[in-house]
């Protein structure tokens, strides 16, 4: 699993256990959805003058939270626009 540059802590903390099916908190999964609230809300105002790299965290962050969820299908939609984001030019990067 390699991190995110940009992406809140808990998306990162968490993302191991979401995809590992280990488990996460109930309040590490509230963080995070408090989290996406909040770039969500962010991305919508900006309309249509979004960041892309917001969006992508957007969809990072909500693929995490519909694997917490169990819905594996939700979270490669998520992906897929996450990857789409890429392509445009809207991933901040990668740091290993």
Request: aromatic share 8%.
């Amino acid at each position: 699993m390699r991190r995110r540059d940009g992406l809140p802590r808990i998306a990162q903390a968490i993302a191991a256990p979401a995809v590992r099916r280990t488990g996460v908190l109930e309040n590490e999964t509230k963080m995070l959805r408090d989290r996406i609230a909040a770039i969500q809300e962010s991305v919508l105002d900006a309309y249509p003058n979004q960041d892309l790299s917001a969006v992508g965290d957007w969809m990072l962050m909500a693929a995490i939270d519909a694997l917490i969820d169990g819905h594996e299908y939700l979270a490669n939609y998520h992906m897929a626009w996450y990857a789409v984001i890429c392509r445009r030019g809207g991933s901040s990067g990668f740091a290993a």
